[in-house]
């Protein structure tokens, strides 16, 4: 799955405290069965997504946003020496826009 995205717009102030997570996905883990295989590839992670925050007043500094990419999946190690495995590749970072006295 992706972040996602959150808009919140408000005439006045944005008040209150906690935090609002947009973040990606791990990768999957790559595992072997009873069957050796030659490769192990672990799944690529999905990218953060974007957080839109827009006030008539001022946003409150307690508020935190959370747009990371998530961890690229692992690999699973062979008993064969020809073998190759790689991690799965890390989601992107989202974006985080606050504005602070626009008209709404």
């Excluded at 997570?21 to 069965?33: I, P």
């Excluded at 030659?38 to 992670?45: E, K």
């Excluded at 747009?67 to 992107?92: D, F, I, M, P, T």
């Amino acid at each position: 799955y992706t972040g996602g995205l959150f808009v919140l717009a408000a005439s006045g102030d944005i008040l209150g405290s906690g935090s609002i997570d947009c973040s990606g996905g791990n990768g999957g883990y790559a595992s072997f069965t009873s069957t050796e295989v030659l490769y192990s590839y672990g799944g690529g992670a999905s990218g953060g997504g974007r957080i839109i925050l827009l006030a008539g007043g001022t946003i409150s500094s307690s508020i935190s946003c959370n747009v990371n990419g998530g961890s690229g999946g692992g690999r699973a190690g062979s008993k064969n020496l020809n073998s190759s495995a790689y991690n799965g590749g890390r989601g992107q970072h989202g974006t985080i826009t606050k504005v602070e006295g626009v008209a709404v």
